[in-house]
């Protein structure tokens, strides 16, 4: 089981798989007091995201936590996961968790003791799940979007403020070591005080057409992109400024997937579905990965949820294409921009400050080719070796810095360990074994409900603003916290 993986559309890039961390950015942690009993956890929201925590679960955090329960709508995906749980912990076969339904939340928590829920369902079923568990004695590792609305905000804010339990945020984005290296610069006043902030995130015709085959491509769902994904890039601004978003305008629209679309460019009749369908690079074909076979076609008798619907197909209530202005306490301003069907991936971010400007670029896919049977070939550099040509754009990152009067100086970025930029086996650790660090985090990566609140406040100003034409103060959203309030 993999215990890395975000999506299986996204690009893994290789630059990201280093098995060895810098100090820098990998803590350190204290070895397990003798005797002490391991965490109860139970996974809320069996999909595919699930599998990381469950991999960590039982695997590399296997001596402080322990896995006691299932809870998901869908009994198919649960016992996928319960087999794949068996595998990882060595009983040739099958754990046989107690599965719950999600009606049955507060009855799983007691019978089966569970001391955290790890919450990883659709976004906007986050609010009521987590606010449930903290309430019925559980503490909460909640994936991001906290919540998709104001209303959904209040909600985690008042159990949490009520029962004094914890919830941890897994923005997995910040343990990015290129991300933490942007931090880096701007916390040692290379650039001065910021003054401002050019951000555009580009998703490719893979892993951006993805949102728009199930639940994200609905905004009741997701909350728009500008919730469901730049909900990562706004946290991101929030900590590497240190500052709170204070007001929002935004424009956006769904200028290139959805059934409008296809038929003003001439697309013609679309497949329902990918699965079965041959030399279309838009359709994502199921029985090609065992896995998503397994969690999704398998299953999909129990609930109909079809994990690959055409991105051309009418009923996609999000946008595409979206441009914001976001204006910061300190003044601070952005221009950030969102993409969902570039020809490669990744992003640029250029902060302007009183002494210069820090420019991080990252490239985490260069091209998405298609091969010579019409299907999408994930790894470009296969074709370039066959054809004998080399990508213009290749993958990597690079983080320069350049101070007034000064030329520009490319800043090493210190290696991380594991996928997701590098980040996502840090955060397991912090996840897992938070409490077992032995020095603070000079970064301070580990993020609580309130950052998941500031990092969505963003998305709903900017849905607000979609709604009205109007710039939107954040402080109007009634998110039911002081954004600008220091951590607990
Ligand atoms: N941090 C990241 O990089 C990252 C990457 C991928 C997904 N995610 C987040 O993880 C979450 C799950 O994403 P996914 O791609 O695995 O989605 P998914 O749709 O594949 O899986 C969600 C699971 O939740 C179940 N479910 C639906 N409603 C439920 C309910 N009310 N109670 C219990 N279970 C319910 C579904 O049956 C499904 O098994 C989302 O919030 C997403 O934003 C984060």
Redesign the pocket.
């Known amino acids: 089981m993999s215990t890395l993986d975000?999506?299986p559309t996204a690009p893994r890039p290789a630059s990201s798989a280093s098995a060895l961390g810098d100090p820098d950015v990998v803590p350190t942690y204290a070895p397990v007091p003798e005797g002490r009993a391991r965490r109860r956890y139970a996974v809320?929201?069996?999909?595919?995201?699930?599998g990381m925590y469950v991999g960590a679960i039982t695997g590399d955090h296997a001596d402080v936590a322990e896995l006691v329960a299932w809870?998901?709508?869908?009994p198919g995906?649960m016992s996928v996961y319960d087999a794949e749980a068996g595998e990882a912990l060595g009983l040739g076969g099958p754990v046989g968790l107690p599965q719950y339904g999600?009606d049955d939340l507060e009855r799983m928590i007691a019978e089966q003791r569970v001391d955290r829920v790890v919450v990883?369902?659709?976004?906007h079923?986050?609010a009521a799940?987590v606010s449930r568990a903290l309430r019925a004695g559980a503490d909460v590792v909640v994936?991001?979007?906290l919540a998709t609305t104001a209303e959904g905000c209040r909600t985690i804010v008042e159990a949490a403020e009520e029962t004094g339990r914890e919830v941890v945020m897994?923005f997995?984005y910040r343990y990015a070591p290129r991300n933490s290296s942007l931090r880096q610069v701007i916390q040692s006043g290379a650039i001065g005080t910021p003054t401002s902030v050019h951000f555009e995130w580009v998703l490719d015709t893979v892993h951006g057409a993805d949102y728009f085959r199930?639940?994200h491509r609905e905004k009741e769902n997701s909350g728009t992109l500008l919730i469901?994904k730049a909900s990562?890039h706004f946290d991101l601004v929030n900590w590497w400024l240190d500052d709170v978003p204070a007001r929002v305008f935004a424009s956006a629209g769904l200028q290139f997937y959805g059934a409008a679309n296809a038929e003003s460019r001439g697309m013609g009749e679309r497949p329902a579905r990918g699965t079965g369908s041959t030399g279309d690079p838009w359709c994502l074909d199921l029985t090609r990965d065992p896995r998503l076979k397994a969690?999704y076609l398998d299953s999909e008798h129990h609930?109909g949820?079809l994990?690959d619907q055409d991105v051309f197909a009418p009923g996609i209530t999000i946008a595409d294409n979206m441009s914001l202005l976001v204006d910061y306490r300190s003044g601070v301003r952005m221009s950030y921009s969102l993409n969902a069907h570039s020809p490669w991936e990744g992003y640029t971010v250029y902060v302007n400050g009183t002494k210069g400007r820090a420019e991080l670029t990252v490239v985490e896919r260069g091209a998405v080719v298609v091969g010579k049977d019409g299907e999408v070939v994930l790894d470009a550099s296969a074709i370039e070796q066959e054809a004998g040509t080399t990508s213009t754009r290749p993958e990597g990152q690079r983080l320069v810095v350049q101070r007034h009067w000064e030329q520009a100086e490319d800043w090493t970025i210190p290696a991380g360990i594991g996928g997701?930029g590098g980040g996502d086996a840090i955060l397991l650790m912090d996840v897992f074994r938070g409490d077992l660090r032995t020095s603070e985090d000079p970064l301070q990566r580990a993020a609580s409900y309130l950052d998941g609140v500031r990092a969505v406040a963003v998305g709903i100003a900017a849905n607000q603003s979609l709604e009205t034409g109007q710039p939107v103060i954040v402080n109007d959203l009634d998110l039911g916290i002081d954004l600008a309030q220091s951590h607990n």
């Open positions: 975000q999506n809320v929201g069996t999909g595919h995201r699930a809870c998901d709508t869908n995906r999600p990883t369902t659709p976004d079923s986050h799940l994936e991001k979007p897994t997995n199930r639940w469901h990562h969690l609930d949820y994990r997701h």
